[in-house]
């Protein structure tokens, strides 16, 4: 599976944005996904996931309750609202997938799109 991440850019403190990762091919509900991010200097660090149906979700303690990962198999794609963004929010954002749920190693990565957040 190929993925195309999106919709990263600048955004005030507080505010919000919407990334989207779009995947090829025809059997993107057989993979679960997820998105990472890495802030410069940092190490790359799991944010949120989201198994094949989309009902069943995990997020870092950093994100939770203000970022919401969905997907739209139809679609073939993965979303990452992300609310009451904070200046620490600023990364490059990675989606990912796996046939596996939660693995210990993604398989497959996009190209990261960029997230800044000013304060």
């Known amino acids: 599976v190929q993925l195309q991440a999106s919709g990263g850019g600048l955004v005030q403190a507080g505010g919000s944005l919407r990334l989207s990762c779009a995947a090829s091919g025809h059997t993107f509900s057989s993979y679960s996904m997820a998105w990472f991010r890495q802030a410069p200097g940092k190490e790359r660090e799991f944010v949120a996931a989201i198994a094949w149906s989309g009902s069943g979700t995990y997020y870092a303690d950093s994100v939770k309750g203000r970022f919401t990962i969905s997907r739209d198999n139809g679609e073939n794609t993965v979303y990452l609202q992300m609310h009451s963004l904070k200046p620490e929010d600023t990364a490059v954002y990675y989606c990912?997938?796996?046939?596996?749920?939660?693995?210990?190693?993604?398989?497959?990565w996009g190209q990261g799109t960029q997230v800044t957040v000013s304060s």
């Open positions: 990912a997938a796996d046939r596996t749920w939660y693995p210990s190693i993604w398989n497959y």
